[in-house]
């Protein structure tokens, strides 16, 4: 079985940058070759994908969402959310750990390797809890969560507020040279807030999160992390502070990385107004002096990655009081078109996008990735000028919980390969 | 000037000229309660359905005798805990409820914004009688009406708010109210009590009470709650009515023509002095009063006003 990606340009950062023939047999990519070199006359069972006018990336990896399975079916199932995935430009995606019951231990790892197998659809990596239970207390048995496919550790959802238990994470997450992934939110700070404090939480009446709730536990992760010369990845930054914190310690050479999720660059607070639930998350979404920062990191590489945070609810928890509307929206099928916005704004690069979209998740998880010869093909492809409104109603996802839905982008995942198999084709 | 509003969810919302219709209306509502026969059939055939998800005695109460001096029926449901506690949502609730026909549905709700959320499910009027920590409208606009009432106006008056801001659904709603219609508002407490971005609503700030008050023509006292303590807002109720509470020297280096509000319940001797509430410039009781007036103007006016109301 041969196919073709014919014309467009492909983007492996670091590797490749240009409009060349992808050549993929039997799952592989075989050979890369330039254009118009006669690929299609070896044979007639060549299938030619016409990729003229738009990006050919390395599989796009989302590395931070929340499948529901097991415990929560009904808002997504492991399928559900490869399918999402892959409708959404993404081979690949790491679900967190806060299922019930939790992944903390192998046989939860594979249960969900063996479902994603079931589903066949993209890769799934799960990341697995830092403590049992993630309730803080005890570390898991990395080890056998390592061997049962774990990629990372975190205990997302809640933070790690003991900074001893931290600390010992950090060092023994470093003998399986796996990252350790930190929500940072300190839960004292942090108290009942629903939205992030400031002028709009406080004319709607509703309890505000500070930024040093994020910050002041951002700072705390880098000392760690100096401390045992181990590498930390801070999830979700949503905080100027958080933002100034981690471009500090880069400079120091602190093995720290980072993402920020699309509702952090593109919204601000005010999106909550009218007590929108489907605008309330995790950190909250913050002020546009945040919103500037965030865009600025992400400019320089303060911010390595952008990773959704896919956190699907149905509408039995979003049509709720705001204060109890549970927290997270979904993004999978959504990242790819906003994450464009950047590049149509000139925020950062289709290079640049590719890099935190594919080949720094690779890298901070330890993937093998890339458009060579002999790797497996995984591939995206982009349409960066494809015009449309996004509809939530057509998603694969089960749940609705977005506040994108009928806005108007610009660019869109068009394809999805993995190993070979194509997984959505809008081309 | 017609009232088009279906609900009343916020000040915010309402336009100058709608509150000063509110307040006309009540002024005129007002005389009914002080009849012998206290009724009339305005809004015979209208059901009212209090709809308390916190606890609550006089605002409850108001609306109850409000409805029932305009011949509406009226029936409460009181719950303290919340819709997913019970295991029955809100907009469960809510469509079961309107399954029912009601007319107006007057809710109290301890999550900011559930009035709102009410108003987009359900076809009756909602009236909002407190949510969270983000609005009291009936209670701000029975206060424009007292103060309106005792000082011929609102414009150019100076209004010192005193208390737990950061807690106060009557501090934003009268914020907003008072400033709407031309007065100045001061508010002042602790700083743990004063909400970030509060000046946003166009109050200005302070910490000191007495400069406050100073010059004030209405200072209005909030309710402490003991509970704040376990927070870190305050060390002691002793140290907040040495430092914050109205007392009696307070008063006396206010203003003669001074007016003191409390929308009350009182915490006699902290927030406010025993001899303070009972003293001449106290217009708490007043505040109650026109309290009935404000709400039948409210159920009269969403109900349609004079369209739809039967003969009196």
New interface residues.
């Given amino acids: 079985m041969l196919v073709l990606i014919k014309g467009g340009r492909v983007i492996d950062p670091g590797n490749l940058d240009g409009i060349v023939d992808i050549l993929i047999k039997n799952g592989k990519i075989a050979e890369i070759k330039e254009q118009g070199s006669g690929v299609e006359e070896q044979g007639s069972g060549v299938e030619v994908i016409d990729a003229s006018g738009k990006i050919v990336t390395p599989g796009l990896i989302d590395m931070h969402v929340h499948l529901r399975e097991p415990g929560h079916e009904y808002k997504e199932t492991i399928k559900s959310g490869c399918l999402a995935a892959a409708h959404g430009g993404f081979t690949a995606i790491c679900p967190m750990p806060n299922t019930n019951p939790v992944n903390d231990n192998g046989q939860i790892t594979e249960y969900i390797l063996k479902k994603a197998g079931v589903a066949d659809t993209v890769r799934v990596y799960p990341v697995a809890a830092i403590s049992k239970g993630l309730n803080g207390k005890s570390l898991c048995e990395y080890g056998e969560l390592k061997e049962a496919g774990a990629i990372a550790f975190s205990d997302d959802g809640n933070p790690v507020s003991n900074s001893q238990l931290m600390r010992r994470a950090m060092e023994y997450a470093k003998g399986f040279n796996m990252p350790i992934i930190s929500h940072c939110e300190n839960l004292d700070l942090a108290?009942n807030g629903v939205v992030n404090?400031?002028?709009?939480?406080?004319?709607?009446?509703?309890?505000?999160i500070p930024n040093a709730a994020e910050s002041i536990m951002v700072m705390r992760d880098i000392a760690l992390c100096e401390l045992t010369a181990s590498r930390i990845h801070i999830a979700h930054v949503s905080t100027k502070e958080s933002v100034l914190a981690i471009r500090n310690a880069k400079k120091r050479g602190v093995k720290v990385t980072a993402e920020t999720a699309p509702h952090y660059f593109t919204l601000t607070e005010d999106a909550i107004k009218?007590?929108n639930t489907n605008a309330k998350m995790n950190p909250p979404l913050r002020s546009s002096q945040d919103r500037e920062t965030i865009l600025k990191g992400l400019a320089d590489g303060t911010i390595d990655v952008i990773a959704t945070d896919h956190a699907p609810h149905s509408y039995?928890e979003k049509?709720?009081?705001?204060?109890?509307a549970a927290n997270g929206i979904i993004g999978l099928e959504t990242s790819v078109s906003l994450s464009l916005k950047l590049v149509h704004d000139g925020v950062i690069s289709l290079t640049g996008l590719v890099e935190k979209m594919s080949t720094n998740p690779a890298k901070i998880l330890g993937l093998d990735t890339g458009i060579t010869a002999g790797r497996p093909a995984d591939i995206s492809i982009i349409d960066p000028d494809l015009s449309y409104k996004i509809d939530s109603s057509k998603f694969q996802s089960l749940s609705r919980n977005t506040p994108f839905n009928g806005w108007d982008m610009k660019g869109k995942a068009v394809l999805t390969m993995v190993s070979g198999k194509i997984l959505f084709d809008e081309i | 000037m017609r009232f088009t509003k279906k609900d009343i969810l916020d000040i915010e919302s309402l336009s100058v000229d709608e509150i000063n219709l509110i307040l006309d209306t009540a002024y005129k509502m007002k005389e009914i309660s002080i009849r012998p026969i206290k009724k009339v059939p305005t809004l015979r055939g209208k059901t009212v359905v209090l709809f308390f998800y916190e606890p609550s005695t006089r605002t409850r109460i108001s609306f109850d005798i409000a409805a029932k001096r305009l011949s509406a029926d009226s029936l409460s449901i009181a719950t303290s805990t919340s819709s997913i506690v019970k295991g029955e949502t809100l907009a469960d609730t809510a469509k079961t409820l309107e399954a029912m026909n009601p007319d107006i549905i007057v809710l109290r709700h301890s999550s900011a914004g559930t009035p709102h959320l009410l108003a987009r499910l359900v076809k009756s009027s909602i009236i909002n009688a407190g949510d969270g920590m983000h609005a009291h409208p009936t209670q701000a606009l029975l206060d424009l009406m007292t103060v309106r009432e005792k000082k011929g106006k609102i414009s150019g008056l100076r209004i010192a708010i005193i208390g737990d801001i950061s807690h106060s659904r009557v501090a934003r709603s009268n914020i907003t109210g008072f400033t709407k219609m031309g007065a100045e508002v001061v508010i002042a407490g602790p700083p743990t009590m004063i909400p970030k971005g509060i000046e946003s609503l166009g109050a200005s700030v302070s910490y000191n009470v007495d400069e406050a008050i100073c010059d004030a023509d209405v200072i209005m006292m909030l309710r402490i709650q003991k509970e704040r303590q376990k927070s870190f807002l305050f060390p002691t109720e002793r140290e907040y009515s040495k430092v914050y509470g109205l007392t009696k020297k307070r008063v006396e280096n206010a203003r003669s023509d001074v007016l003191i509000m409390h929308p009350g319940p009182v915490n006699r001797g902290v927030e406010i002095a025993y001899e303070v509430v009972d003293g001449p410039y106290s217009i708490i009781l007043d505040q109650v009063t026109n309290g009935v007036a404000v709400r039948m103007a409210l159920l009269y006016l969403v109900s349609g006003g004079a369209r739809n109301a039967g003969a009196d």
Avoid: K, N, R
Avoid at chain 1, 197 to 208: C, D
Avoid at chain 1, 319 to 324: K, L, S
């Fill in positions: 108290a404090e400031g002028a709009v939480a406080t004319s709607m009446g509703l309890a505000g009218d007590y039995i049509e709720v009081e705001f204060d109890q």
